[in-house]
């Protein structure tokens, strides 16, 4: 089964919670760079073709299942883009299908909220809107009839998210941020979405400068991503950040 990668075409960020989360508005889309799982029933789990994997394993003891699984990794790791939390739901998809007993949806989405936030996403088609830490989700109507450009900028490294989470001090004006995300979604304008609370980059201003109609970064970061209507204009933008990182055209999945 394909694992795609999302990206976070908007992420407004508030205060911290009692529970220490912030508080976010996100809208997410996946898109066709995928990574491929596939499971086989197996004695004890084994792993291979992603030695860094946790959270595989993790969804595997989750739901009581032992397999032999084979990853084969296309979305690079740590980039913004979910990889880790796309194989392990689509891990629990195929997990649950061996099970003797499958568990329901509902159970399903706690596991997967178990596993990390931005799990439950992967588990539920279209595009979503995150409200709460970002897993109170509720599907939304956007265009999918772009073309997205990819760059993950050379060198670049990623603390963790929580790191990133950590490190953010511009609650303010919260309530303002949502309100104009909400706005924008109600409108279906993809171009009026406020900028990422968390991280920005020159690199979107250089998309937007090669015919992008958004250009931001992606989650908690490195990659910047561009939307273009065109596809000639992507594949020229696409060229254009070549020297500047690692590049791919993608499309909207649902």
Same mark, same amino acid.
């Given at each position: ?45 084994? !792993? ?62 706690? /596991? ?6 931005? /799990? ?81 980059? %020159? ?39 070549? %020297?500047?990182?690692?590049?791919? !055209? ?5």
């Amino acid at each position: 089964m394909k694992a795609p990668a999302k990206i976070n075409l908007a992420l407004v960020v508030g205060p911290r919670g009692p529970d220490g989360m912030h508080e976010v508005a996100t809208v997410l889309q996946r898109i066709d760079l995928a990574d491929e799982i596939e499971l086989e029933p197996a004695e004890r789990t084994e !792993i291979e073709g992603f030695a860094e994997d946790t959270l595989v394993g993790e969804a595997l003891r989750a739901l009581g299942v032992t397999a032999a699984v084979t990853i084969e990794k296309r979305i690079p790791v740590a980039a913004g883009l979910g990889g880790g939390s796309s194989n392990a739901a689509t891990t629990l998809r195929l997990a649950n299908e061996l099970r003797d007993e499958p568990v329901g949806p509902s159970t399903l989405h706690e /596991v997967a909220l178990a596993l990390g936030a931005d /799990v439950p996403f992967f588990l539920r088609e279209g595009p979503q809107l995150g409200l709460g830490t970002g897993a109170d989700l509720s599907e939304v109507a956007l265009p999918q009839e772009y073309w997205v450009v990819l760059v993950l900028p050379a060198g670049a490294s990623k603390s963790s998210t929580k790191a990133v989470y950590d490190a953010f001090d511009s609650e303010s004006g919260f309530e303002g941020r949502r309100d104009a995300l909400l706005a924008a979604l109600d409108a279906g304008d993809l171009a009026a979405l406020p900028p990422n609370d968390l991280a920005s980059s %020159p690199i979107a201003r250089d998309l937007l400068a090669a015919g992008a109609f958004r250009a931001d970064v992606s989650g908690a970061g490195p990659t910047v991503y561009g939307l273009f209507t065109e596809q000639d204009r992507a594949e020229e933008a696409r060229e254009l950040m070549a %020297p500047r990182g690692a590049t791919w !055209i993608t499309r909207p999945a649902w």
